[in-house]
């Protein structure tokens, strides 16, 4: 067990709560919250899984929000978690083995060149309003093996390192589905909730250290987050989570490539 200094929980706390935010919105949180970790002295690795914790806490505070509010999808959430999960242990095998550093440049190249389509091109609705649920049967054969493909791609990205993974989630749904952005968040939690919880026995299973008390404390703060990010999700609407989906776009890009670190030396006195 890692000693952590008393003063660093509430940085946690509140590190969880903006995180808890982002993730329920658009994604990207944990780019706030994997860093604060490792500032605080955990490992990479331990880091890495010690992140997992607070996804969870704040993925199950969040469907249970949507549901209370009748937002809910069934049919494409268990075929696109199976299909992830795997892509998922695969990922942490990679994350357990490989450096992270050149991957971490090229996402963060990717998730700007997201941004430009995100902001170009928004997606009508495939599902008007009061439609049954059931957004998987519209779709073509060939819509279909291209969705479960490119999650089965995202669920190894999100074994390996997780930050930014709402973002590309919701993106993803919106191409092959024109899906509107509150139902997709939706689906975007389930799917995450079922992937974090492989990575995290993945994690566990490969012999990587968990952190549980550091843990507890950013899943403490994002549960709250969770309930804050669901009212904007769910009363701001398309607009809003469009807004802080290029905003943790942005940030998230930031993060990877090292710009953040960048600006913290040059405005560092001295």
Avoid: C
């Avoid at 607009?239 to 943790?248: E, F, N, P, Q, S």
């Amino acid at each position: 067990m890692i000693e952590l200094a008393p003063e660093i929980y509430p940085i946690l706390f509140a590190a969880g709560v903006a995180a808890g935010i982002i993730n329920t919105v658009a994604g990207g949180g944990s780019v706030i919250t994997l860093p604060i970790l490792i500032f605080a002295g955990l490992p990479p690795q331990v880091a890495n899984a010690t992140n997992r914790i607070g996804l969870i806490a704040q993925n199950i505070t969040a469907i249970r929000q949507f549901r209370r509010n009748k937002v809910r999808e069934w049919h494409l959430s268990w075929r696109l978690t199976a299909v992830a999960a795997v892509g998922a242990v695969l990922g942490v095998r990679l994350a357990v083995f490989l450096p992270d550093a050149r991957f971490n440049q090229v996402l963060g190249i990717l998730m700007l060149a997201l941004l430009v389509l995100l902001l170009k091109a928004p997606k009508p609705h495939l599902l008007a309003e009061g439609a049954p649920e059931n957004a998987w049967e519209p779709l073509t054969r060939r819509g279909k093996a291209g969705l479960l493909a490119g999650f089965f791609a995202l669920g190894v990205y999100a074994g390996f390192i997780q930050a930014g993974m709402g973002v590309m989630v919701l993106l993803v749904l919106g191409y092959f589905l024109r899906i509107d952005l509150v139902r997709g968040n939706y689906i975007k939690l389930v799917i995450i909730l079922g992937l974090t919880f492989v990575a995290l026995g993945t994690f566990l299973q490969q012999g990587v250290q968990v952190e549980w008390i550091a843990g507890f404390a950013v899943a403490l703060g994002q549960m709250l987050g969770a309930v804050i990010g669901t009212w904007v999700a769910i009363s701001k609407g398309e607009r809003w989570i469009k807004a802080i989906m290029a905003v943790a776009i942005v940030l998230s890009s930031a993060k990877l490539l090292g710009w953040l670190d960048m600006l913290e030396h040059w405005l560092r006195p001295g």
